[in-house]
């Protein structure tokens, strides 16, 4: 966190203060993978515009986007450091790391986005949010990342049986590695900015992720196939280094935390659009969006679910989401 005094030195003395008298501005450094506009980026930005409001000009974010930082999962290290002080990430590179992350990232988990929302924004969201701590990390938020589905270049995906084969890029998760292996294709861990040439150089079939990713990460360019299987519905998180925390005062911790709240509204505004937007511009680019029977793909999760439920904790909270109507 940098903190400086706005005011010189000479013309605090000058007008009789202490420089320790001096209001001090607070710039809390934003880190996000996605483009400039992207509705992450816009969210974080608003929070900002709330917190600078709210604190008179006391407290500004600087939103680094474009992965202008690092690629996330080197991202979530510098934050855990204290070097990032604020990182809108998905939950996903979470998952080898913060066990309740593993949740909201099983396929088929919620029902609809709808569910999503409803448990994000309960208990159980407040619960994984506080499953961060131990990380050295603090959980503010939750943003909406939509539903994730394959797409391929070369072999369309219109039944379970086209997976067979077919290497994907997934995130940095081995939960998703068994995911993908599960259905029958071959899973290849690998950073975001890295997918686009592993594409286009064939040395991966295609990859997964929501409409708004599959556009502004220009992968339609390269995998012309969508699938709507819909597999993940993981929402992203907004976290803050657990030092940057502890040196806010009180109160504008209080202040983080409900800037943070308030803008996942405005998120899910720009995410509803962003989502329609993206799946006729791909469309329009000449990208064919599949409709694909789920249910073998459902089916085909047990062993990820038995895999990764593996306590008593994570099986309460299952059981807990799929009771949330
Ligand atoms: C996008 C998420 C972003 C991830 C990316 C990925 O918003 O945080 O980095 O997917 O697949 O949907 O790595």
Redesign the pocket.
């Known amino acids: 966190m940098n903190i400086f005094i706005k005011v010189t030195a000479s013309v605090a003395i000058l007008a009789g203060l202490s420089t320790a008298a001096v209001a001090q501005e607070i710039v809390l450094r934003s880190s996000d993978?996605?483009p400039d506009g992207y509705p992450?980026v816009e969210a974080v930005k608003y929070m900002g515009q709330l917190l600078s409001e709210r604190s008179g000009g006391r407290i500004v974010i600087e939103v680094y986007h474009s992965s202008q930082l690092g690629q996330?999962t080197d991202t979530i290290e510098q934050t855990r450091f204290g070097v990032i002080d604020l990182n809108r990430?998905?939950l996903?590179p979470f998952n080898n790391l913060v066990a309740e992350s593993k949740v909201p990232s099983l396929p088929y988990i919620f029902r609809s986005i709808e569910h999503m929302r409803t448990v994000m924004d309960g208990d159980i969201g407040e619960d994984i949010l506080a499953a961060f701590e131990p990380y050295d990390l603090v959980g503010l938020a939750f943003y909406d990342?939509g539903a994730?589905s394959f797409y391929t270049s070369t072999t369309p995906i219109r039944s379970i049986e086209d997976m067979a084969g077919q290497k994907f890029r997934v995130?940095q998760s081995d939960l998703f590695v068994d995911m993908v292996n599960a259905l029958g294709a071959d899973a290849v861990p690998m950073p975001?900015g890295e997918v686009y040439s592993a594409i286009q150089t064939g040395v991966i079939d295609g990859a997964e992720?929501?409409p708004p990713?599959y556009l502004s990460s220009a992968h339609a360019e390269v995998a012309k196939y969508y699938t709507l299987d819909e597999h993940l519905i993981v929402p992203?998180i907004l976290v803050m280094a657990r030092s940057t925390w502890d040196r806010l005062s009180a109160e504008d911790q209080e202040l983080v935390r409900q800037a943070a709240k308030d803008s996942v509204s405005h998120q899910r505004e720009l995410w509803d659009a962003a989502v329609t937007d993206a799946l006729e511009a791909v469309a329009a680019m000449g990208s064919e969006i599949i409709e694909i029977e789920k249910q073998p793909f459902i089916d085909a999760m047990d062993s990820v679910y038995e895999r990764y439920v593996d306590t008593p904790e994570l099986q309460d909270l299952v059981a807990r989401i799929k009771a949330v109507q």
């Open positions: 993978t996605h992450t996330e990430v998905s996903g990342a994730r995130q975001y992720n929501n990713s992203e």
